[in-house]
C-alpha cells in the first residue's frame, strides 16, 4: 500500500510552538528505545500500516518503518514535516488528529510520540476508531523532564518550574500526568516500563532545552532567550562542558485496543 502524500485543511487551528524551530528539534531531541517499537509491533496481529499520529520530524515514524510495510506520518506543522527523514516506506501528510486518506478499518497500529496533549482528543479518537482494525492497538506516550545527576537536575528543575513556569501552555499538565487525566476510550492494557538514554556533553543538553516549546514562548513574549542567560548556572552544575553523562528519561504510556 503507498498513499500520495496530501496537505490536508484542519479541522481548527493549532498551537504551533515548534515550526519556528523545527530544524533544532530535529537535532537535539532524544530517540525512542526500539524495545518499545518491537514490543507494539509484537502486540499486533499483522504488521502492515501503522498511522503515527503527531509525528513531528518523523522519529517515532522511522522507527515504525522497520516493523511495518508501510508507515503513514502527519503532522499539523508543515515545517516539521519538511525536517522529516524520507524512507520509501513512509508517507508523510500535514494534518493533525485526522486521517482522511486513510481507509476504515484499515491501520494495524496509532502511535502518538509526546503529541496528544496538542489533540482535540474526541476528534481524534473518533478517528482512531474509524481507521483501527479489529484487535487494533493505540499507543501514546509521553515523557516528562530528562535526570542526569541531583546538582544538574536542581538546576533543570528551576530552570523549568522558576524561569519557564509561567511559558508552558496549559497542555503540558497532560505530560507531567502522563495523561492519566485524560479520557481513553479503549480497552486499555498494561505495558512494560520504557526509558530513553543517551549521552551527552553539554552542549547536547543546552541543545535540548532550546527545543522546549516554553522557551520558544518566551522569546515571543520576552524577544530574548532564556536558555542564554542561564547558561552560566547550567555550566557550573555540569562541570567540565566536554565531560559527557548519562541522561534518562522514563516513558509513560497508554496502550489499548478496538473491538
Known amino acids: 500500500m503507498r498513499f500520495k502524500a496530501k496537505f490536508h485543511k484542519n479541522p481548527k487551528s493549532f498551537k504551533d ?3 519556528s524551530q523545527s530544524a533544532h528539534y530535529a537535532a537535539y531531541r532524544p530517540g525512542y528505545p526500539e524495545k518499545l517499537f518491537r514490543f507494539l509491533a509484537g502486540e ?9 499520529a503527531g509525528t513531528g ?3 517515532a515514524a522511522q522507527k515504525l518503518a522497520l516493523h511495518f510495510e508501510d508507515v503513514y506520518a502527519t503532522d499539523a506543522s508543515s515545517t516539521q514535516i519538511f525536517n522529516a527523514v524520507p524512507k520509501p516506506n513512509i508517507t508523510y501528510a500535514v494534518s493533525n488528529e485526522q486521517a482522511p486518506a486513510l481507509k476504515r478499518r484499515s491501520v494495524n497500529l496509532i502511535t502518538v510520540a509526546q503529541a496528544l496533549q496538542w489533540f482535540d482528543t474526541e476528534v481524534f479518537y473518533a478517528e482512531a476508531e474509524r481507521v483501527l482494525k479489529k484487535h487494533g492497538l493505540i499507543a501514546c506516550w509521553s515523557y516528562k523532564l530528562f535526570r542526569i545527576n541531583s546538582e544538574i537536575d536542581r538546576e533543570i528543575d528551576r530552570f523549568y518550574s522558576d524561569t519557564l513556569g509561567r511559558y508552558w501552555d496549559p497542555e503540558r499538565r497532560l505530560v507531567e500526568t502522563g495523561y492519566r487525566t485524560l ?4 480497552r486499555e492494557m498494561r505495558s512494560p516500563r520504557f526509558e530513553m538514554k543517551a549521552t551527552w556533553n553539554f552542549e547536547s543538553m543546552i541543545g535540548i532545552l532550546g527545543s522546549w516549546s516554553a522557551v520558544a514562548n518566551f522569546k515571543k513574549r520576552e524577544g530574548y532567550d532564556p536558555v542564554s542567560e542561564n547558561t552560566d548556572r547550567l555550566k557550573a552544575a555540569w562541570g567540565n562542558v ?3 553523562r548519562e541522561v534518562c528519561w522514563t516513558l509513560s504510556m497508554r496502550v489499548g485496543r478496538v473491538f
Do not use: H, Y
Open 17 to 19: 510552538n515548534f515550526s
Open 44 to 52: 499486533c496481529r499483522e504488521c502492515k500500516l501503522a498511522w503515527d
Open 57 to 59: 520530524n518523523g522519529q
Open 183 to 186: 479520557s481513553f476510550p479503549f
Open 242 to 244: 566536554d565531560q559527557t
